[in-house]
């Protein structure tokens, strides 16, 4: 509610879409299935530019303080190198299904960031992929390889997703 809404940390941030393309086979769509999606990234250290060799995870069902009474966040992280404390949180109502059928990439989720920016992206597990036509449903995709397919008993036919891709986008808002 908007209480929470309150509590969040003001200003000072930027914000940062996680984009994707894929290649589409009989397949609608794709999403980040529900408020425990795990989105895994590596992150860089604004601050000081330290790239973490690790992956750490972002999920909107999980949040943090972030000290000096600043309201919280998604994710709060100290940077090893400069000791900085940096965060990140998910815009809500920003995460959107990958629907494009041109392989083109198209914002899936919208990151508020401070301190830190992620500059890599891991799919992995927890997506819900929609088949074209039948409206079948697949739950728990794993994309951890970059691709996934499956079989459409209601069309007879094979889905897919195919050479998932991830870039980064700036915005103002």
């Keep these: 509610g908007k209480q929470w809404y309150q509590r969040r940390v003001r200003g000072g941030g930027m914000f940062i879409e ?3 393309s894929a290649n589409l086979v009989n397949v609608a769509s794709f999403l980040a299935d ?3 999606f795990r989105w895994y990234m590596k992150i860089k250290c604004s601050n000081c530019g330290e790239i973490p060799n690790h992956f750490v995870y972002v999920a909107k069902d999980e949040e943090s303080d972030v000290k000096g009474g600043r309201g919280s966040a998604n994710l709060v992280v100290k940077c090893k ?3 900085r404390e940096n965060s990140i949180s998910i815009v809500d109502g920003s995460v959107k299904p990958y629907d494009n059928d ?7 989720v919208k990151f508020e960031c401070r301190g830190m920016e992620p500059v890599d992206f891991s799919p992995r597990t927890g997506w819900i992929a929609t088949a074209e036509d039948s409206g079948l449903t697949f739950p728990e995709v794993d994309l951890a390889e970059k691709e996934w397919c499956d079989y459409d ?3 007879d036919r094979e889905v897919g997703i195919y050479e998932v891709k991830s870039q980064f986008k700036t915005t103002k808002s």
């Design 18 to 20: 996680l984009q994707l």
């Design 34 to 36: 529900g408020d425990d």
């Design 81 to 83: 190198m400069c000791g």
């Design 102 to 108: 041109r392989g083109q990439f198209k914002s899936v």
């Design 153 to 155: 008993e209601n069309e």
